[in-house]
């Protein structure tokens, strides 16, 4: 049976389509990173230890837009609402939704002939 890979999905903010630069979504999940440690039990033997880091729990999207009037609206009113954002991502195959989303850049704004502006956002790990 063939698999999908999930390209070209829509991308929600706030409940609105969001138009993005094809090829430029990216999503790390906010599982966080973790350590496995061994410590010793005596006699040459060793037990397993596992850890994770709290603080990396968190969502990272990003992508990127043209620099249309419409996106930088919706870039303004997303910083407006600090971590009130909810980000969709919805494919054929799987909706991710990532919610109490801030945007955590200050995105530059470039106007010319491809005009883009980078978005990086931050929020609660998905489930």
Do not use: W
């Amino acid at each position: 049976m063939a698999r999908n890979i999930i390209y070209a999905p829509t991308i929600e903010l706030n409940n609105t389509i969001l138009k993005v630069v094809g090829n430029s979504v990216n999503l790390m999940p906010g599982r966080g990173s973790s350590n496995l440690n061994a410590q010793s039990v005596g006699n040459g033997a060793v037990e397993m230890v596992y850890s994770e880091n709290v603080e990396e729990k968190v969502a990272q999207f990003k992508c990127a837009v043209f620099t249309t009037a419409e996106n930088i609206d919706k870039i303004l009113e997303a910083k407006d609402n600090h971590a009130n954002n909810v980000v969709t991502i919805n494919s054929a195959d799987k909706n991710i939704v990532i919610l109490d989303v801030a945007l955590v850049n200050d995105p530059e704004l470039s106007f010319g002939n491809d005009g883009q502006a980078n978005l990086e956002f931050k929020g609660r790990p998905i489930q």
